[in-house]
């Protein structure tokens, strides 16, 4: 018999007549010892009691401190009809367990027996496939640092690394979280991936090239990106949104609240809230809603539309754009306005019927709307086009003055009116002998030989009789007429006889004008620019003059002065590539004037790692920009990139340049490292190539480009 520790103890035992062998009661009641292995235990306390006639019953506790394997015995000892007898009735071992306790903890076999059920677990290899085997959910293998939670995270993050992966090309159909939408199996459908990213929290998606995506549903604070996606807006809610990369993007859409943003983005026939496009090509015609629009660092390479429609109060701000842009009305509702940066042309449609445009940079202005809309041109680069296309001392003033030279029947009656009266054989010959003549007589006079007004009285009385010149010198009009009468002038262009005169006119006058021509807050020199001498109305030409290598004005002679008479003249400067400001000088004696020009400054390319390359495009005088360069008979096409790019740039890609007419530049947008193939048959002769690399500067001009 097996005991507990601490467990409850009964027994039982008889008394009989000793001479009989009937039942009897012993004569007193009898008692009960414990004998733990081998001593008598008086902590075990038995009590006898008495259940019937020569019937008794022992009761007790295992005392806690016994041990499983500890062993004790019971003896009683009783006095029967006088007699006195002991007996030992029962021998116990004590365990810390039953037997059923061990049953209990196994439980009840599946099988057959435990065996079998143990049997039937498996192998190692049988147990390693059923764990791996069984499916993730969101309540199991969740417990913290545990291998099934690691799992779970390698799961979730290495098959979907963040984003909900769509293919409507090639994908599969499905919603079971971590199966469908992962990088390796993604979805097929928009509605799919939407159910998954509402399981997963997943917001951003990945679209596979080729893919169509259609917006079904508010697709507010959601990430779209990949690379020639199309993107259909549907008409759904799009506040907070961003989408990366799409090829095409179309169609209605709304807004409340935070931007949209559309990044690397081609923007077709679509209406858009308020929202924000950069590095992107727009098209449209993009309907506009009322608030605030931000275009970026956009372009367009056929012309692009916005229509501010109907809505009230609409803005946009336009940053770095270039190409074409047309602007449809404006002003229709409440106040418009258009904040422009950049180098292109704008278009207002005749429906335009107020607002504002501001313009900055090099901005071509094509106005239909009837002068409705007010133009702000304040911060435009447009001075020097302003300058030539002025009628009257712009380029049309001078083909006037070309024009009014005087034909061989008009000189030779001036070569009358200019000999006067008395005139016989006299020539220049005999004018310069005269004069050397006295020259050599009037060399060693004193300082004040007469009383200057005697002077200047016989002076007057002398241009008196001479009259007034019409070419600004006595000298001017006597040569001119030299000059036709010799033929040579019949046979000169109308620019040699303009050169001829603004010669003569420049060096005439009391007092020398020096003028420098410098680079802006520097003492860099400008040299070869035309500078211009007017009147202070600035309705006569006066002169035009060359700078030379140190930036100073040259006459006819190649000296570095203007002889002026005293007066206020009005300076205008020129160069391929320079800004200057109008100049007022006021001569009064000898001067020396400085004029500084800033010069024009290639557009950035707008990516990090892409080169503006410039190439100047002016016609034979150097000074005036072509009117037009044919773009699709002047490319740049990479033959090579420096690197593995997916980007805007590939090998092979050919583009047309961006000319403007306003600064006389053609340029191209590439990639740095590249190596380039340019084909200018406009600028050069046809067929020829140039092979340059492009360097890692944001801006290049082409003669100063590696030739490879």
């Known amino acids: 018999m097996i005991y507990k520790p601490n467990g409850a103890f009964y027994a039982e035992f008889s008394t009989t007549k000793p001479s009989t062998g009937a039942a009897q009661n012993a004569d007193a009641l009898p008692t009960v010892t414990a004998t733990k292995n081998g001593s008598d235990d008086a902590t075990f306390t038995l009590t006898a009691a008495n259940l019937a006639t020569g019937r008794y019953k022992i009761t007790g506790t295992v005392p806690a401190g016994y041990v499983s394997g500890d062993r004790f015995q019971v003896s009683v000892a009783a006095t029967v009809d006088t007699v006195a007898g002991n007996a030992v009735i029962g021998d116990y071992l004590v365990d810390t367990s039953y037997s059923s306790d061990n049953y209990s903890r196994l439980g009840s076999p599946v099988g057959a ?181 931000y275009i970026d660092n956009c372009y367009t390479d056929d012309g692009a539309i916005l229509d501010f429609s109907t809505a009230l109060d609409t803005s946009a701000y336009i940053s770095n754009f270039a190409g074409h842009l047309e602007i449809k009305n404006l002003g229709n509702a409440g106040t418009d306005s258009v904040d422009i940066v950049g180098n292109g042309q704008i278009t207002l449609n005749a429906n335009c019927v107020g607002g504002t445009i501001h313009l900055h940079g090099n901005i071509e202005v094509i106005d239909n709307s009837g002068g409705l809309v007010t133009i702000d041109e304040n911060a435009s680069s447009t001075t020097i086009t302003n300058i030539l296309n002025n009628a009257t001392y712009g380029l049309s003033a001078v083909k006037t003055l070309i024009d009014a030279i005087d034909t061989s029947t008009e000189l030779a009656a001036r070569f009358t009116e200019i000999k006067g009266a008395g005139w016989t054989t006299e020539t220049l010959k005999a004018i310069k002998d005269v004069l050397d003549s006295v020259h050599a007589k009037t060399t060693n006079l004193p300082t004040d030989p007469a009383d200057e007004s005697l002077i200047i009285a016989a002076t007057d009385a002398i241009m008196t009789r001479l009259g007034i010149p019409s070419s600004g010198s006595v000298s001017a009009d006597i040569l001119a007429i030299q000059t036709v009468v010799t033929g040579s002038a019949l046979e000169a262009t109308s620019q040699s006889i303009l050169s001829e005169v603004q010669k003569f006119v420049t060096m005439q006058g009391l007092y020398t004008v020096t003028i420098t021509l410098y680079e802006t807050a520097t003492t860099t020199p400008i040299p070869g620019a035309q500078v211009a001498i007017l009147n202070s109305a600035k309705t006569s030409l006066l002169g035009v003059v060359t700078t030379d290598v140190n930036g100073q004005t040259m006459d006819g002679d190649g000296l570095d002065r203007i002889a002026r008479n005293a007066g206020t003249y009005k300076v205008l400067c020129a160069k391929a590539g320079v800004t200057f400001s109008e100049t007022t000088v006021v001569v009064d004696a000898n001067e020396t004037v400085t004029i500084y020009g800033t010069p024009v400054a290639l557009p950035a390319s707008g990516s990090a790692d892409a080169c503006t390359v410039g190439i100047y495009c002016f016609q034979q005088d150097s000074n005036t920009p072509m009117t037009a360069v044919n773009a699709e008979r002047n490319k740049a096409t990479i033959t090579n990139l420096p690197y593995s790019y997916n980007g805007k740039y590939h090998e092979g890609q050919s583009m047309s340049g961006t000319y403007n007419a306003t600064t006389g530049l053609l340029t191209f947008k590439l990639v740095w490292g590249a190596k380039v193939a340019f084909d200018l048959k406009h600028l050069g002769k046809s067929g020829e190539t140039y092979h340059r690399t492009i360097p890692e500067l944001p801006t290049a001009m082409f003669e100063d480009l590696t030739e490879e």
């Open 113 to 293: 027996s435990v065996s079998a059920d143990i049997a039937a677990v498996g192998t190692p290899s049988t147990i390693a496939d059923a764990i791996c085997d069984e499916a993730l959910t969101g309540a199991t293998h969740n417990v913290a640092n545990s291998l099934g939670r690691r799992i779970r995270a390698m799961q979730e993050y290495e098959g979907y690394f963040g984003l909900i992966w769509i293919d409507t090309v090639n994908g599969t159909a499905g919603t079971t979280s971590f199966e469908n939408g992962t990088s390796t199996n993604p979805s097929l459908t928009l509605a799919d991936a939407m159910t998954l990213s509402a399981a997963t929290k997943l917001t951003q998606f990945n679209i596979a090239n080729g893919s169509t995506i259609i917006l079904a549903s508010d697709s507010s604070y959601l990430t779209f990106m990949g690379h020639a996606w199309t993107l259909a807006l549907g008409g759904q809610a799009i506040t907070g949104a961003r989408f990366f990369d799409c090829a095409n993007v179309s169609g209605v859409s709304t807004s409340t609240g935070v931007y949209p943003h559309f990044a690397h983005c081609s923007i077709q026939t679509c209406t858009l809230p308020p929202c924000v496009i950069h590095n992107g090509d727009i098209h449209g015609p993009i309907t506009l809603l009322a608030g605030v629009y």
